[in-house]
């Protein structure tokens, strides 16, 4: 079996209270060719303190003012050798076997764009709220469809040659600057799609997802006209004036009182968190 140079990059800023998990689902993976990244913001919060601990694993770690997410995305990739890039966010982490899997996957389709599985999105405490399986058909014309068709970011391992050359992602989006990389990668074929479940995100009231809603709904639009998916980007409206009309907070309670429901009826549905690994 060929075991690509995997590169994963970690994009973080004070989210010490998560790093640890996201650092640790890399390592505990025990993939024999790795390469790991860690772009931190110039964190306050202990994040850097977590990052040395774990330094010998890393192959290269930063923590400065880089621009933000996608800027420290990007420089990261650039840093980086590997055949297969990843990144995975400060508060997500990776399940047991995840990256085995995805370069079997490599091996079968090694010419593809990208290869991406499923995810759970969770709660601090690991309650899965919700899991993502991976839509079997990943052609742009699936893809833009977003409402039906969305992939699990985290779940998601794409071409270093590919990425490299459409650009890496672009800047102009701050919420759904992976969408925008996804249509333009699946241009030069398909994305891979597995139903195993890849990795885990952990939904909190400082996501992205949950304090920029508006932004995020109101750039996937403008990326499904960008694309000519005029069809598609009028289906998206009806979620921007949902968002444009929920008060402050809205969010965050729903997120909560879902919690609280599911918690009741599922109590046992828990994910297993990573194995901090012994540090001398």
């Known amino acids: 079996m060929k075991y690509p140079l995997i590169s994963i990059v970690t994009p973080s800023y004070n989210q010490g209270i998560f790093l640890e998990n996201t650092i640790a689902s890399v390592i505990?993976?025990?993939?024999?060719?790795?390469?790991?990244?860690?772009?931190?913001?110039?964190?306050?919060?202990?994040?850097?303190?977590?990052?040395?601990?774990?330094?010998?694993?890393?192959a290269y770690w930063q923590s400065q003012p880089d621009g933000g997410q996608v800027a420290a995305i990007n420089a990261g990739f650039r840093k980086a050798g590997g055949e297969v890039f990843a990144f995975l966010n400060s508060d997500d982490f990776l399940?047991?076997?995840?990256?085995?899997?995805?370069?079997?996957?490599?091996?079968?389709?090694?010419?593809?764009?990208?290869?991406?599985?499923?995810?759970?999105?969770?709660?601090?405490?690991?309650?899965i709220l919700q899991t993502r399986i991976t839509p079997p058909r990943l052609e742009q014309a699936d893809l833009a469809d977003w409402e039906e068709n969305w992939i699990y970011q985290p779940g998601c391992f794409f071409s270093a040659p590919i990425a490299l050359a459409v650009g890496l992602f672009n800047p102009a989006y701050q919420n759904s600057f992976d969408f925008d990389f996804w249509m333009r990668i699946v241009r030069l074929g398909r994305l891979i799609p597995t139903p195993r479940i890849i990795a885990?995100?952990?939904?909190?009231?400082?996501?992205?997802?949950?304090?920029?809603?508006?932004?995020?709904?109101?750039?996937?639009?403008?990326?499904?006209?960008?694309?000519?998916?005029?069809?598609?980007?009028?289906?998206?409206?009806?979620?921007?004036?949902?968002a444009r009309q929920e008060k402050p907070g809205t969010t965050v309670a729903k997120l909560l009182y879902e919690t609280h429901t599911q918690k009741r009826k599922f109590p046992n549905r828990f994910v297993r968190f990573p194995e901090k690994p012994t540090v001398p």
């Open 28 to 58: 505990e993976q025990g993939y024999p060719n790795l390469e790991y990244i860690v772009m931190d913001g110039g964190s306050s919060d202990g994040s850097v303190e977590i990052i040395r601990k774990y330094a010998k694993y890393l």
């Open 95 to 127: 399940l047991q076997g995840a990256i085995q899997h995805m370069v079997e996957l490599y091996n079968q389709y090694p010419q593809a764009p990208g290869w991406t599985g499923g995810g759970y999105s969770i709660t601090q405490d690991g309650f």
């Open 200 to 242: 885990a995100a952990t939904i909190h009231s400082n996501t992205k997802t949950q304090k920029y809603h508006t932004r995020m709904f109101e750039e996937t639009q403008a990326i499904q006209r960008a694309y000519g998916y005029a069809n598609f980007a009028e289906k998206t409206q009806k979620f921007i004036d949902q």
